[in-house]
């Protein structure tokens, strides 16, 4: 089980603190450091300083990580133009030596559209889709050649389709609960699919939707890495687990229902239960960015247990 640390800076944290992050993620020999795209926080956090833009914030961590990999769950499809953010991903994934990864998602945050200026249509899952196809065309089409897409909502025509990435092909994360067009596209699209926030059991029922619409393609199941988002509170012991509890705003009984919560070996024994679903990556939400100790500890009792 690969551990990956995801984080939502736009809850707070400036470019310094996500970097501090990343850091340590590196250095605790975690997979891969992740981050949301919103630019408006939800919630009772403050948000403050403000909200940091993710291909922004990643084009920085490119330059000063050198092992982990990098990431979105999930870019918003309404917030970039699908050649825009070809261009985009394609650049940070040079500036890392090629080592990111895109999650791509429709967009689901009104508000965050309202306060910033972004249409929110009301057709975002027909948007993705187009998005899906013009990225990833763009990346596959031969240098020297061009692309064209004519579709309902985007237009590309002889387009150079440059830059391209460092890697052969940039995995594309695709991830929701949606029962039908959810499966549908990550088995078109998906080197990853995603399940976020969600028990055992409705892991188990969503990989298998996305393994019947792969095989309904002809596509081989086991060929797409599934894998979990959950949010991650460990301690020693219970008073340090309710104290990391505390600061993050929940309650520790909700935690230990909805996420990764307890101590090491209780954290371990449900990480077991999420494996034999089939996921093989866990992406650790964690909500305070200040507490370095929780990674080391994550680290040193958790990740250490699963290798």
């Given at each position: 089980?690969?551990?990956r640390i995801f984080t939502e800076p736009q809850?707070?944290?400036?470019?310094?603190?996500?970097?501090?992050?990343?850091?340590?993620?590196?250095?605790?020999?975690?997979?891969?450091?992740?981050?949301?795209?919103?630019?408006?926080?939800?919630?009772?956090?403050?948000?403050?300083?403000?909200?940091?833009?993710?291909?922004?914030?990643?084009?920085?961590?490119?330059?000063?990580?050198?092992?982990?990999?990098?990431?979105?769950?999930?870019?918003?499809?309404?917030?970039?133009?699908?050649?825009?953010?070809?261009?985009?991903?394609?650049?940070?994934?040079?500036?890392?030596?090629?080592?990111?990864?895109?999650?791509?998602?429709?967009?689901?945050?009104?508000?965050?559209?309202?306060?910033?200026?972004?249409?929110?249509?009301?057709?975002?899952?027909?948007?993705?889709?187009?998005?899906?196809?013009?990225?990833?065309?763009?990346?596959?089409?031969?240098?020297?050649?061009?692309?064209?897409?004519?579709?309902?909502?985007?237009?590309?025509?002889?387009?150079?389709?440059?830059?391209?990435?460092?890697?052969?092909?940039?995995?594309?994360?695709?991830?929701?609960?949606?029962?039908?067009?959810?499966?549908?596209?990550?088995?078109?699209?998906?080197?990853?699919?995603?399940?976020?926030?969600?028990?055992?059991?409705?892991?188990?029922?969503?990989?298998?939707?996305?393994?019947?619409?792969?095989?309904?393609?002809?596509?081989?199941?086991?060929?797409?890495?599934?894998?979990?988002?959950?949010?991650?509170?460990?301690?020693?012991?219970?008073?340090?687990?309710?104290?990391?509890?505390?600061?993050?705003?929940?309650?520790?009984?909700?935690?230990?229902?909805?996420?990764?919560?307890?101590?090491?070996?209780?954290v371990v024994e449900k990480i077991g239960r999420?494996?034999?679903?089939?996921?093989?990556?866990?992406?650790?939400?964690?909500?305070?960015?200040?507490?370095?100790?929780?990674?080391?500890?994550?680290?040193?009792?958790?990740?250490?247990?699963?290798?």
């Amino acid at each position: 089980m690969d551990l990956r640390i995801f984080t939502e800076p736009q809850q707070g944290a400036t470019y310094d603190t996500l970097l501090t992050v990343a850091k340590a993620t590196e250095d605790l020999g975690f997979d891969a450091f992740f981050r949301s795209d919103h630019y408006l926080k939800m919630g009772d956090a403050d948000g403050l300083p403000g909200p940091t833009d993710a291909w922004i914030t990643l084009a920085g961590l490119a330059r000063e990580t050198r092992r982990i990999r990098l990431g979105t769950l999930m870019t918003a499809a309404t917030f970039r133009l699908p050649g825009v953010l070809a261009i985009q991903v394609a650049q940070v994934d040079q500036m890392s030596g090629g080592r990111v990864e895109l999650g791509l998602g429709a967009g689901w945050f009104e508000e965050e559209h309202q306060a910033y200026g972004i249409p929110f249509p009301k057709a975002r899952f027909g948007r993705l889709e187009e998005q899906l196809e013009i990225v990833t065309g763009l990346w596959a089409t031969e240098p020297g050649n061009t692309f064209d897409f004519h579709g309902e909502h985007y237009d590309l025509t002889k387009s150079p389709a440059l830059p391209k990435p460092a890697q052969p092909r940039i995995p594309v994360v695709i991830g929701g609960h949606g029962a039908t067009r959810t499966p549908r596209l990550a088995a078109r699209f998906a080197d990853e699919f995603n399940m976020p926030f969600a028990s055992v059991e409705d892991s188990v029922r969503q990989f298998g939707r996305v393994r019947a619409a792969a095989e309904e393609l002809g596509r081989d199941a086991d060929g797409i890495t599934y894998s979990n988002a959950l949010v991650v509170c460990v301690g020693k012991d219970d008073q340090e687990v309710a104290r990391r509890a505390a600061a993050i705003g929940r309650e520790v009984d909700e935690l230990k229902t909805n996420g990764l919560a307890g101590t090491p070996a209780e954290v371990v024994e449900k990480i077991g239960r999420y494996t034999e679903t089939g996921s093989r990556r866990l992406y650790l939400q964690m909500l305070d960015l200040h507490d370095l100790d929780h990674l080391e500890l994550i680290s040193a009792e958790v990740q250490s247990q699963l290798s």
